[in-house]
Structure formats: C-alpha cells, structure tokens
C-alpha cells in the first residue's frame, strides 16, 4: 500500500464512474476505492450512468480497506442521464429513504426501457428528488438550452443542487470555469470541483480508448474525436485539485461538505425478512419450533435420537437469537410447496446441509446422524461471522419454472427478483474486441482467440500465438495482447442468475433497481449475489437440476420394493447396498450423476467406494482443486495403505501435534474439502477468521480481481513460521486456488453424493427405468441417447425402436418377450426423432388411442402434419404396420393433398389416390443404420463400426472390448467413432478422445506433441483408429495415442452405400459434406 | 454482434484439408491454424462472371448467366463457324485455360441437359442430338437442378439416378416432388422450353463524327470537338446522365489516333463547356495529313438530374455554373492533384486534424463521419508544417504558459495567454510499451506586448530535472 501523503486541503471526488458504466469506466470499483484511499482523498462518490451495479463492489473494498482511523469513505451516487435533454445529474441520496426514492426511480427508468437500458425524464426524477443531493454536470457545450434547464433545475429542487466543475485540459479550460461559476452564482447552485473520473491512474487511458471503440462500434484508426483528447480524467490529490481550482475558491473544500451529508451507507440496508404467515397467536420461531419438532419426528418415526434433539435445540436458540425464523419460514415454505402441492422433487445443497434444523424441515436431505456426518452448523450460521444463512435447493429442472412462478405469486414481484450475474469479459472475448477495435483484421483475432482454450486461462500466451503463425512481438499484436490482458475480468453485461432470488419485507425496489431481462416478464435486480451475501441480504437459489427430473421419473416406473414401499423420494431408497458399490468399483457409471465423467470413471476403481462417505470423497475429488494441489494421489495411496497416514505438524513450540488431525481426520490427513482449507489457514497458518474469510471470499472471486495473492504469503508463511514443510504450504496454497469458485463444501459433496448413491441404485437394480427416465430428461449428463440406450442393451434391457403404433412421445417400459428377463423392455419414445414435436405427438397419441389401424389410418386420419409424417417414415416407425423405410415415405409423400401445401399443417382433406406400384430400390443395411442415426442419433440395427470390423482387421485394430485382456504397455490399435473429445483446462494441452465401436469403448489420452502434430485428423474425425501403446494401472485403461488413421470417409461411404446397381457416386464437389455421429466436444 | 463467419468457398488444397463451403470459419480454423482466408467478394465474383459473359459474345451473342459460377451459351447455329461443335468446344477450352481459368463445359440440346452433363458427367461431354436421355440416365438427381431438400428427400427413396426417375410415372413423381421438380426433368429432356435471360453487350457512351474530307485548321478541330460533344450530349440528357470524363480521339487519315482526355469535377453534360476544356489542349494535337474521323467517349457517367434552363437571370450564381468551371479550368491546367481543398480529419493531433479533399466533392465523400473543425477549440489560420524550436522559455511549473519566449532570434514577452490544451499522443501508433502518460503536448495561445499571437506548446511534463520539457511554436493566428 502506498503511504497516504499528508495534505492541507481535503477533496472528496465526486464524479467517478466504475467499469459498471459499460464501456465507458476503465477502472474496477475497487481500484477507484484503493486508488482514491493512496492519494488522501477524503470521499470517493460512485456514479455510474443510470445504474447502482458496482456500488456495492465500492462498498465492500471500502470495509477491506486497513483503518488507519482516516479511511476513505465510498459514497453511493448515481449520474442520472436523461432521456429528454435535462443535463445529467450526479445524485447521492442522504439518508437510507432518499435511497429508496433512488432505486424506485432508477426501476421506473430501467422497466420502462429494453433490457439494459434506462429511460428517465426530469419529471421522474422530480417525484422521486427530496433527499437527494443533486449535482449538475454541465454537457461539453454551455449554451442558453443548459442554462435554462440550471435555472430550472435549481429552482424546482430548492437547494442542494451544485454544479459540478471539472477540469479536464480541453481549449479554454479556464474560459468555461468562469463561465460555469458565473452561472452557478446566478442560479444559487455553487460550483464544486470535480474531476469527472473514468479511470484510477492515467496509464488507463489506452484502455478507455479501447472500450470507446467497442462502445461505438468503430476502430481506433476511425474513432477521431470521439477518444478523449488526453489521460487526464484520473483520480487527482487533494493538493492537485486545490492547484486546479485555485482561483475558485471553496470548489474544492465543498466537495467534502456535499461528502460529509451523505447521510447513507449501503451497511444500512440490514435485511428485514419477510414476515411468513404463521398460526394466531404463535410468533414465528415458536411456528418454526413446532414445525421443527414435527419434522423431527416425520424424520425419526422410531424416535428421535438424542444427538438430533440436542442439535435441533442448539440450532433453533441459535436461529431464534439471530433473528432469522421468517428465512427458515420461507425456506420451508417453497420446498412444501414444491413437494406436496406440485409433486416436485427437490433437495438442499451447500451449507445448508450441515443443519439438523433444515433437514428435519425436509430442505436438506443429510441425516446427521450418520457417522462420519459430523456436520457443523457454525459452516451454515455463525454468531460471528454475521451473514445471513444461504440456502440452495435443486428442483427437478423441467419443472422449475413452476417453483418460480410460486415464488413471484407469493411475494409478490415487488419483493421477489433474481439476483444478476456478472458477466466478465473472458480471455477471448477480450481479445477478439480489443483485436477488432485496434483495426486487425478478424483473421488475426480469430487466431489470437483460438490459442485460447476454455473460458478460463490467464490470458494469452506468446508460444500459443507463435503457433498460429502471428509474431507476438510485433507492435500491433503486442498492443492488443497488452491491452486485452487488462480487459479480462471487466464486467461485460449483467444477466440474471439462473435462480437466486432475493426476498425482503418491504418493497425489493427500494432496496435495488430491478430492471428487464432479456426473457418477457422477467426482471432481475442489479446486484448479484456477492453484492447480496456481502450487504447481509436474504437469498434462496431455486436451482435447477437435470437429474432429479430423471430420478423422478423413474420412481413413476419403479415396482414397489420387495417390503412394499412405493418409492416416491429419495429417502425410500435402501440405504448402503453394496450391489450398488460393486458396480461402481467397476466403473460401470454411464448415466449416474456426477460419476460418469471419464475423469470420474477412471477415478472409481482405483478409490473403489465402499461406503456413503466414499462417494462424498469421489464427489469432491475429482474438481480442479485437489488436483491442482496435487492431492490426490496422496489420498489415494494412503486410502490402499501404501502409504502411512501422517497428519502435518507444526514444531512442538509452536502448537500441539495432532492441531491438524481433527482438520484432515477423515480424508487420511489430506486436505480435499473446500473449508478444510479454510480451517488450515486458520489453525495452522494462524488467519484470523476475517482473514479467512476474506480468503473464502476472494477464492470465489478469484477470476474477477485477483486479490487472491495477497493472502498467498500471509498463508505460506504463516505456516511455514510455525514449523510446517513450505511444501505442503505451497500444496496447500495451490489447491485454495484451484478452489477457485468450482470448490466443493463437504456438506455440498455430501448433497450430491446422496443423488449419486440413489441414481446408481436405480441403475443397478431398474436399468430399464434408468434408461428410460434418462432419455426422457434429455439434455442433461454426460452421454448422448446412443450411449446410454447401449449401456442398458449391455445391462440386458431389450430395447425397441419408435414406432408409430406403440412409441408414446416419452420412452415408455413394454413387458419384455424373454419370460426369462427381470427387466421390462424400453420402447423409444418419439421424441428420439430429430425434429418431431412434442405438441404434435401429443395430438397424435390421444388421435391413436382412439382407433387407428392400417396404413391409411395413420395417413388420413391421425392428424399428423406432413412433415411430421415424413419424419416418422424417415425415422423407420413404420416398419410394425409392413412398410419399409422407403416404401414409409414414398406412400406418406403420395397421401399429400395438395402439393406444395404448408408442410406442417394437419392434412385435413386428404385422401388416398390410386396410382401404379412404384418399385423403390432395397435399402441395404449399413444405409439403413447411416439413416438411423441421421433421423433418431443412433441405431438399433447394428453399430455402424461393425460393417468395417474386416477392413480394421486387415489394419490389426483391435474391438475396444478386447483391450481389458491385453497387458500393460502393449503397442495396440483400435478404432471407433469418436464420441467424446475433451481438453480439460488442468491438463496442458492434453487432449482426452473416447472411442466407441460395437463392442465397447476405449479411453484415449492424446498427449501435447501428437494432439499438436495431429491436431486437424484429432479434433475433426468422427471415425478414427488410434496406434498407441496400452497403460493399464489399477483397473483404468488407456491408450496414449502415438499415430492417427482418419477412417471418416468411411462413414460417408456407408451413406452412399450402394444399393441401385449400375449407380455411379456423385462426383465429389457435388457430394454433401455431413457427419454421421456428432462428437461432444468439451473445450 | 454479427453474424457467423463462414467459409464461402474453398480452394482444392483447402477441400483436400477436409474444409467445406459453409463450415464456421471458426471451426475451420480449429482445424487449419495455418488456413489463409480472405473476405469473399460476391459482387467483385458477380463482376468477374459477367465480364466472362462479356468475352464469351466471341462464341455466341447469346449468353446468359447462370449466378454464381455458370454460364449458358446458345450456339445453335453458330457452331459452323468452328466446322461443328467439336472443334468449337476445343477453341473455347483452349481459350479458356490459356487464361487460367479452372472450368467444366458441356454441350447439348437444352440448358438443363448441358448443365447437368457439365456439373456431374465427363467435362467436355457433347451430347448427339436426340439422346440425350441416355447420357442423363446414370447422373445423379442434383443434376436436374433440383432443391437441395428435394433431391436429398428423392435420394433418400433410393432414387439415386435420373433414370431412376423417368421411369416414374408423372402423376406419383408429381405429388411427391414438387412440380418444380417435374419442370427440371421436362426441361432436361426437352419436354418443356427454358427461358434464358441472355444479356446483351453493354451500350457504351460513343459519338462518331466522319468528314468528306479530312481537317487539321486548329478552328475546325474546335469546332469538331463541340459537334461531336453536342452529339453525345444530347444522348446524355435524353437519358437523365452526365459524364466525370471525356476522352476525345482524332483519327488521322494515316491510321493513328489521338487522344485527349479531360475531367469534371462534377459529372456534366454541356457541350459547350466540354469543348472549351479541350480547346487549350487541342494545340498538342498534330493533325499530320488531316483527320477523318473524331470520336468520344463518355466516361464514369451516373444520372444527374436535369435542370430546366434558367429563366430568372437575377438569381445567384451557384456552384455548378459559377465555382465548378473555374475548378475545371485550375483541374485541367495544373493537374489534378494541385487543387484541393482542406477537409476535416478526426484527429486531436493538430497537424493530423486536415486532409485534402478533391475541391468540389461534397464532403460525405472525403471522410464520412468527420465532424467539422469545433469552433470552440482555436486552431491559427496558419499551422506551420514543421513545428519551430523555441529557447529561452520562462514558465512557471507544472503547466503555466510561458511568460517569455525566444523565436527565430526575437525575444516575445507574452501580455495574455490561454491554456494549456492537454493532447495525448496518439498511443495505437507506437509500441505499446513505450506508450507513457507524458507523451504530451500542453497548447498555448499567447499574445505578446506587440499583439502578436502565438500557437505554441510544450512536449511533455516538467518533473525529471535532467530532461526539461522542449518548447515549440506550432502556428499563427491572423
């Protein structure tokens, strides 16, 4: 921190717009906040255009900020630019109604206008203008329209208005401030000095010239006199700003007496929950009280255990002292709803689950009795660290939106909103803006934007850029590069949060400006939930999850168990089965939350889960956090025995010995929960909980500011001061950065891993169920339908294809043919078929039911539009009524009325014309799959690699299924489709590929030099056979790739397989360029 | 945000690489990091083609185009030119591919047959008169120039022939395809007739004057070169056109031809002007033994309105029949580039802030968002190109305007003085780790006790002591 310089004068900066005035502030909050502090700056006024955004940011580097008993202070203002030609004003609200007045009329202004914009006239602001103080900053040019609207201005408002002054260096800087103080003495509206900032230092400047070039679409080259003629709109000293204003006396001095009525600080917007209704006669901790008992023993039939009567005891004193009764009220009260009134399935995730009180509730579904579940509610509430209880809940995603809708109907949208999410300007999108700005061409920029992989990343590296073939050292290249680097991080755009909503008592709009999103009839308020959880407002997430829509739909299906339970929720499912372990120590985990990952699959045989706890760790290790502090393989050894279980100690003078052990007991003394190293940093690195929390807090922020490093000594040195080896600091210290914001809270792991133990209990014991409900949930996970209709072909689910007699648009259970099954047999749903839509098939399934039997039925009378009927016959379901692919089309396509008649209207008059037979061409069988998976993604007829398994042999490639016998290090081939490609950010430039043929699928790990040798045939095809060498280490296959075969062409050929003798291939310029099987790429 | 970048077309070595017209450029990138691409051009394609139309008239009148990358030529009844087709189609290939052009032709007896034969049969393919059937038979359905989503769905029926297609019956093929479909069978086999838009050579702006006998008097050329403008004038106005550039040309009777050019600054068609902007210039031309022909030609003509005649002599004078001449005059004996006129340039640098701008051009056509020079911001009537070193400076620090100043060997004591104007260096030209917050110039407008005023500045800030900040004089005011 720079020394603060004693200065005579004080200067309170009141016109300083943050990079929240989009495009136009050049500096983050806290820079301007830090910045003003260094200089001696008394007050630093935040006013962005027509926006509180980044206020509260202000507001929370002015908390961090060291007393030195003179610290600055962050006002909240806002520069209000109006719509009707009123000059623009800089207002900062005296007292907490002022502030009210402020965001009600900043909402008036935002509702009425297009998403991220403002409309506001001079009469808006009169109704909302008592208790504002009001700055007028004059427009470039002073002319009469300016002073008559001065004159108007300081005579309707009647005091506290100033005219704010600046000087910026511009052509007879001196002549305007005459001017300006003439007119402020005329209008009794005194002159304050302001500097009119945009940045905290000059060397700003090129970047603020940047972003005016993104902000007026144009190139620096083109921009002219719309770039600012020089650097000066900096944060100035005291002492600068009193030589600036010298012969203006008082201009200066003023600034701080506006400073010093600013009456309101954003600390005084204390959350006031919102009052739930509760029983006459009953206050609301006493209605929480009994509704905590009740659940108590709803939970417990056999009576509730001591260690759950004491917990919830401690917790509801703890609760009822804090005064948060209504929060828990209202918790409470959207998840009964969701639960019971909606039937939706829905779970507690975070911190909240280490809270007895909200698991008898029903929110959370952690049983704290469980051993190794000693949960502590001080993670969710505590005394001291005084922030209010945040608690997420997952609700099954299709039907969120239901959930939402309760929640706006409950409290009204007045005092319901989602929260914002910032959205930051990542590494390409940086660079591709700056590129174009600075007039390079968009091919260089697209390169430059390529070198960067993931959203992530620390910017853009000179070896990436060498590659493309771009000198990194040329000027103009360098310039971008530069300047890029100091754009990443900045706020682009707010959007909303996919479900935070923030609640209060008293009207949302007087709390914070709610503006429009993008989608119809919502709004979201400015703020996102940083800002929320740092101002001590409430938050509920009402978040969406893909598999608790699987999981509920697969209790539909599910027989009662063998006791007779009809399994409705997740508590029904029987607990610890080790079938379920079993076959997840195979790894056999294609659709089971969270598990199925290739990272994860290769990390279950080798942790071998054998109980819930287990789970709780596969969850948590797998995340770029352990991994990049290099804790995993620790674990792992220690976990087999391999390795001694030692827990690190401090030297005896320093603290006691087992310090760490109730910290890392039960990982094996390794750190791998998020608050685990939060509790190191406090136990052993000696932070206070301050710090540490500022650490927790800037680990979730880490990407935005990097302030992060600043602990980084504080940490290492703390721990190595009080004896422990600097490596296992630095370990430590690397993993709380690959926290970063993906780090998983034990009770967070615990959550999901009780959606990992039901899913894969439904998998083990229903696959036919779990396929079903999997497909019928589409999109989510990991895998596409073709995968994870193989997975339970191989698990001995018969499966049939859509048809249109018996297909129902979700894929429905059939009694299975072979007596000797236990499972039922999969019937396709139509919406397996690409373009089919769900409202057609819904009209067509209650037409169906009524009676439709032949072929002319199903044409004439099922009210099937002409496209849809086409995309039936193309998807061959019509194969059970006799009609082939072709015959299915041809006779479709013959049954259209009119010709050229809207396509995907219901063919009302239609009827059948008698024509002559037309003999179509038989449709070989490698055809007949290639059309599969262009109408329905994948193909019950065979595997598409099974009709080339000759030409593989004749190329000694291997069926993937054989690779489990072959042994360790064995030069091999396989090949397959290319079904997953992924290159994770942890791993330099390693790139992951997953084969698929008919047998199984094979890992491939393609390393740096043969991705970068083979990059195009790598990232491009969709058949491929790799040559590698085999590594087989604790159950886990892979094949590192060393060369690469491009079998692509392979697959097109098998669409154009011939089947009309005599047929020529069209020449190739004419062939269509398209891909049978679409990879997932994960970069 | 735009829209996606995508590949229009892609080059042989390109196709080989796996890339295709319409894949992301993005994507394609990806895939190729060394790829070169360039912004495609349809109009400078479209241009190209129709020139290619233009030439092809050598071969037939008759030719149509066939966008983007096609052409019809109707050589009914011009082949005996060339003794038959055969020999007319190697001509035409020769042509072709002495000029570098990559191409595949056909020649039948409709434009469907020719265009599928050229696209999907052998290149070079002519069909005998009357069968042409049979050479469509084995072709593909995207040869009959069907629908893109029509020939996949007919393809999709195992239809993967034409001659799977004749053998359908009408009705059914009909129904199922599209009569549009049917129109392209039809039109392939001669069923049914295909318009062709054939363009026709492009009318040139031309007069021609021939005399009895031959004149090289300097009068008579005067008179001729009016005549001859008359003439074309006249075809300029009934068409609502004027012209930016003439050029004269003097056939002598010996064969030769001399030309004389001239250009306006604003497109016109007054004969009488025209021909007084080549009088001066005639005197250059050596009539040898006498000159039969004259022709001109009209150059870079666009539409310009008419303009009644003027009834009111009274009114005042505007720029076309008062300043435009005299620019022509000054235009036609300097040079073009001599006359010009100073235009804004958006710049904060002062000697950046003028351009030169063609003198009567209005002035969304030097520089379209330039906004006039602000009146606001005082600039001297008179920049110097080169600034002035200036000594003996007195100022106070950090940035008070000189009290004294030393220039050209005088001593100015400054009576008034305004300032400074701050203007930052234009830091996207430099390095960008040379780019420093004192690379400055604070601007001074200063009067001295003769009254004189001054234009002057520093560059830099004071504050390192062992490089004191330099004093220039940048300029004058009146």
């Known amino acids: ?1083 | 945000m735009r829209a996606v970048r995508r590949l229009a077309a892609v080059s042989l070595e390109a196709a080989r690489l796996g890339l295709h017209a319409g894949q992301k450029a993005t994507d394609a990138l990806a895939l190729v990091p060394e790829l070169v691409t360039a912004e495609a051009e349809p109009e400078a394609d479209a241009a190209a083609l129709t020139a290619l139309a233009d030439w092809c008239v050598r071969f037939s009148p008759a030719v149509a185009i066939d966008a983007p990358d096609g052409l019809f030529l109707d050589v009914t009844g011009v082949d005996h030119l060339w003794d038959g087709e055969a020999p007319m189609l190697s001509d035409f290939r020769r042509r072709l591919a002495a000029n570098g052009l990559p191409f595949r032709c056909a020649i039948a007896d409709t434009p469907g047959a020719a265009w599928a034969l050229a696209h999907f049969a052998e290149d070079g393919t002519i069909a005998v008169p009357g069968e042409q059937a049979a050479l469509l038979a084995p072709l593909p359905p995207a040869a009959l120039r069907l629908a893109t989503e029509t020939w996949a769905q007919v393809e999709r029926l195992g239809l993967r022939q034409v001659g799977q297609l004749m053998a359908i019956p009408r009705g059914p093929f009909a129904r199922r395809f599209g009569r549009a479909a049917l129109t392209r069978l039809d039109q392939a086999l001669g069923r049914e007739a295909e318009a062709l838009t054939f363009r026709r050579p492009p009318n040139p702006w031309f007069a021609r004057l021939a005399f009895a006998e031959p004149i090289s008097a300097p009068e008579d050329m005067a008179r001729v070169a009016f005549d001859v403008a008359a003439r074309l004038c006249a075809r300029l106005e009934t068409e609502g056109q004027g012209a930016r550039r003439f050029e004269v040309c003097f056939h002598r009777v010996d064969g030769q031809a001399l030309p004389l050019a001239i250009g306006l600054s604003l497109p016109g068609r007054d004969p009488a002007r025209i021909a007084k902007l080549f009088a001066p210039k005639l005197e250059t031309v050596d009539p040898g033994f006498g000159i039969e022909v004259v022709t001109l030609a009209a150059q870079d003509v666009e539409p310009i309105s008419g303009r009644q005649a003027r009834l009111d002599h009274a009114r005042e004078a505007t720029v076309a029949d008062g300043l435009a001449p005299l620019v022509d005059r000054l235009v036609n004996r300097l040079g073009e580039d001599r006359v010009w006129r100073a235009a804004p340039v958006e710049s904060h640098v002062p000697e950046l802030a003028a351009g030169r701008a063609r003198p009567l051009a209005p002035a969304s056509r030097t520089c379209p968002q330039a906004r006039p020079w602000d009146a606001a911001a005082p600039r001297p009537t008179r920049l110097f190109r080169r600034p002035e070193p200036l000594e003996g400076v007195m100022a106070l620090t950090p940035d008070d305007p000189p009290s004294q100043f030393r220039w050209r060997g005088q001593v100015h004591r400054v009576r008034r003085a305004e300032g400074p104007e701050r203007i930052g260096e234009e830091w996207w030209k430099g390095g960008i780790d040379d780019v420093r917050t004192d690379h400055l110039r604070d601007y001074y407008r200063v009067e001295d006790e003769a009254g004189a005023r001054f234009w002057l500045f520093r560059a830099g800030l004071y504050g390192d002591p062992a490089v004191p900040p330099k004093w220039w004089l940048h300029g004058l005011f009146g």
């Open chain 1, 1 to 1083: 921190m720079v020394e603060r310089s004693p200065h005579s004068v004080r200067y309170a900066e009141l016109q300083a717009a943050t990079n929240f005035s989009f495009l136009q502030g050049a500096s983050h909050p806290w820079e301007l906040v830090v910045g003003a502090d260094a200089l001696g700056i008394a007050a630093i006024g935040i006013c962005d255009r027509n926006s509180l955004a980044g206020v509260v940011r202000a507001w929370i580097a002015q908390r961090d900020l060291p007393d030195t008993g003179e610290k600055i202070r962050a006002l909240t203002g806002c520069r209000l630019d109006f719509a009707d030609g009123t000059p623009s004003l800089l207002v900062y609200p005296s007292d907490r109604e002022a502030y009210g007045r402020l965001t009600r009329l900043l909402t008036v202004g935002q509702r009425r206008a297009k998403k991220a914009a403002c409309e506001l006239t001079w009469a808006d602001f009169l109704d909302h203008a008592e208790g504002q103080l009001t700055l007028v900053a004059p427009p470039e040019r002073l002319d009469e329209a300016f002073e008559a609207s001065l004159r108007r201005i300081s005579g309707e408002l009647r005091g506290d208005v100033w005219l704010a002054a600046a000087r910026r260096y511009g052509p007879r800087d001196l002549q305007r401030l005459s001017r300006l103080a003439s007119l402020a003495e005329t209008n009794g509206a005194p002159m304050v000095a302001t500097n009119d900032v945009l940045y905290h230092g000059p060397e700003r400047r090129a970047l603020q010239d940047v972003l005016t070039c993104i902000r007026e679409t144009c190139t620096i080259q083109e921009a002219g006199l719309r770039l600012q003629a020089n650097a000066e709109r900096h944060l100035k000293s005291p002492t600068e700003m009193a030589r600036l204003f010298a012969r203006f006396p008082g201009a200066v001095e003023r600034s701080v007496e506006i400073a010093e009525r600013v009456g309101f600080d954003l600390g005084q917007l204390r959350y006031e929950y919102p009052d739930e209704p509760v029983p006459p006669g009953k206050t609301a901790i006493q209605h929480l009280r009994d509704l905590a008992w009740a659940g108590a023993d709803w939970r417990y039939p056999q009576g509730v255990p001591e260690k759950v009567r004491k917990l919830v005891t401690y917790e509801l004193d703890l609760i009822e002292k804090l005064d948060y009764p209504n929060y828990f009220l209202t918790v409470h009260d959207i998840v009964r709803h969701a639960r019971d009134e909606l039937k939706i399935l829905c779970q507690g995730r975070g911190s909240a689950a280490n809270s007895c009180v909200c698991y008898c509730l029903g929110v959370t579904a952690v049983d704290p009795t469980k051993e190794d579940q000693d949960l502590l509610f001080s993670r969710f509430i505590s005394e001291n660290r005084g922030e209010p209880p945040d608690i997420d809940v997952d609700f099954e995603h299709e039907r969120r939106e239901e959930v939402m809708q309760y929640v706006y109907g409950r409290y009204g949208r007045d005092r319901a909103a989602i929260v914002a999410t910032v959205i930051h300007y990542r590494p390409r999108m940086a660079i591709r803006q700056v590129g174009k700005a600075l007039g390079l061409t968009e091919d260089i920029t697209a390169s430059l934007a390529n070198t960067v992989w993931g959203s992530y990343g620390d910017g853009v590296p000179d070896a990436h850029i060498r590659q493309t073939g771009i000198d990194p050292d040329a000027p103009e290249i360098r310039r971008a590069t530069t300047i890029a680097q100091q754009l990443l991080g900045f706020p682009r755009h707010l959007s909303q949060h996919v479900g935070g909503y923030v609640l209060t008592k008293r009207r949302l709009d007087e709390t914070v400006p709610i503006g429009n999103a993008a989608m119809k009839d919502r709004t979201f308020i400015e703020w996102d939930k940083d800002d929320i959880e740092a101002l001590q407002l409430m938050k509920v997430d009402v978040l969406a999850l893909g598999m608790l829509t699987a999981l509920k739909r697969s209790f539909d299906m599910l027989p009662p168990l063998e006791d007779g339970t009809v399994i409705t929720d997740i508590a029904h499912i029987p607990q610890e089965d080790a079938a379920v372990y079993d076959m997840l120590c195979q790894a056999d985990s294609v659709g089971v939350f969270q598990v199925e990952s290739r990272a994860q699959m290769s990390m279950l045989p080798r942790l071998k889960p054998r109980k819930f706890y287990d789970l709780v760790v596969e969850v948590a290790i797998v995340r770029p956090g352990p991994i990049q502090g290099d804790m995993v393989h620790p674990y792992l050894r220690r976990r087999s025995g391999l390795e001694p279980v030692e827990f690190p100690a401090p030297s005896p003078k320093h603290g006691h010995k087992d310090e760490l052990k109730t910290v890392l007991r039960k990982t094996y003394g390794v750190p791998l929960f998020q608050e685990q190293a939060m509790r190191l940093a406090i136990t052993a690195a000696e932070f206070s909980d301050d710090e540490a929390d500022g650490l927790r807090r800037s680990m979730a922020t880490f990407r935005a500011d990097g302030r992060l490093w600043t602990y980084r000594e504080k940490f290492i040195e703390g721990m190595a001061r009080r004896g422990y080896a600097r490596d296992f600091a630095e370990r430590c210290f690397k993993q709380i950065e690959g926290f970063g914001s993906y780090g998983f809270p034990e009770s967070h792991a615990i959550s999901f891993a009780l959606l990992v133990y039901a899913s894969a209990w439904v998998k083990r014991h229903h696959p036919d169920a779990f396929c079903a409900s999997l497909l019928n949930s589409q999109p989510m996970g990991f895998y596409q339908p073709a995968q994870l209709v193989r997975d339970a072909k191989e698990h001995g689910v018969e499966v049939r294809p859509p048809d249109v007699q018996a297909s129902d648009w979700d894929c429905t259970l059939e009694p299975a043919d072979d007596p000797r099954t236990p499972y039922r047999a999969l019937r396709l749903g139509l919406r397996q078929i690409k373009g089919f839509k769900e409202k057609e098939a819904l009209e067509f399934m209650e037409r169906r039911a009524a009676g439709l039997a032949t072929v002319e039925d199903y044409v004439l009378r099922s009210g099937l539009s002409r496209r849809g009927l086409e995309l039936l016959a193309e998807a061959d379901a019509f194969r059970s009524l006799g009609l082939s692919r072709r015959d299915a089309l041809w006779t479709v396509k013959g049954m259209a009325d009119e010709v050229g008649a809207e396509k995907t209207a219901p063919l009302v008059a239609r009827q059948a014309v008698k024509e002559a037979q037309v003999l179509l061409p038989f449709m070989s069988q490698p055809k007949e799959v290639a059309e599969d998976y262009r109408t329905t993604s994948l193909s019950l007829k065979a595997h598409p690699v099974s009709f080339f398994r000759q030409d593989l042999a004749r190329m000694r490639v291997v069926p993937c299924a054989a690779l489990k016998d072959l042994p360790d290090r064995r030069r091999v081939s396989v090949g397959g489709l290319v079904l997953v490609r992924q290159r994770p950010g942890t791993a330099k430039g390693v790139v992951f590929l997953t084969l698929e043929d008919e047998t199984g699928i094979a890992n491939v790990v393609c390393w740096k030099d043969a991705f970068e040798a083979n990059r195009r045939l790598v990232m491009s095809a969709a058949f491929l056979v790799v040559h590698g060498q085999l590594q087989v280490a604790e159950g886990v296959i892979h094949l590192v790739a060393e060369r690469f075969t491009d079998l692509s062409a392979k697959l097109s050929e098998m669409r154009d397989h011939e089947d009309a003798p005599g047929a020529r291939p069209p020449p190739p310029h004419a062939r269509m360029s398209s891909k049978l099987v679409r990879s997932r790429d994960f970069h």
